[in-house]
């Protein structure tokens, strides 16, 4: 059963950068979209980034796009969320997703994912 853990969260300035990890194990990554969440204190759940499982076909939400690029090494078994010029609103606790879908596409509904990592807290604040 494919197993997911984050990290490379942490606190953080606004305008600053965090590099955050998704590595696998359990299964063969390539067999898998993935998918960034995050959720703040008292908000929904919310998709961030996907990758398809080829890594050609990605889609983000609006507030993070030209900041967060999502990429996916399948031989390291890791997908890797690089976030740049981050501002307070991206405080929240960040989850990586796992879901089987066709190759060259990805979705940012977490209602399809199957497989979730515990999370990483990322804290921006001066």
């Known amino acids: 059963q494919l197993q997911l853990v984050e990290s490379g969260g942490g606190l953080v300035q606004p305008g600053g950068s965090l590099r955050l990890s998704c590595a696998t194990t359990?299964?063969?990554?390539?067999?898998?979209?993935i998918g960034w969440f995050r959720q703040a204190p008292g908000k929904e759940r919310e998709g961030v980034s996907c990758?398809?499982?080829?890594?050609?076909?990605?889609n983000s939400v609006d507030s993070v796009k030209g900041r967060f690029t999502i990429s996916r090494d399948n031989a390291k078994n890791t997908v890797y969320l690089q976030m740049n010029s981050l501002k307070p609103e991206d405080t929240a606790v960040y989850y990586c997703?796992?879901?089987?879908?066709?190759?060259?596409?990805?979705?940012?509904?977490?209602?399809?994912?199957?497989?979730w990592g515990q999370g990483t807290q990322v804290t921006v604040s001066s």
């Open positions: 997703a796992a879901v089987t879908r066709l190759w060259g596409t990805c979705t940012l509904a977490g209602s399809e994912y199957r497989y």
């Open positions: 359990g299964a063969i990554l390539n067999n898998y979209a």
């Open positions: 990758i398809s499982r080829s890594g050609g076909n990605t």
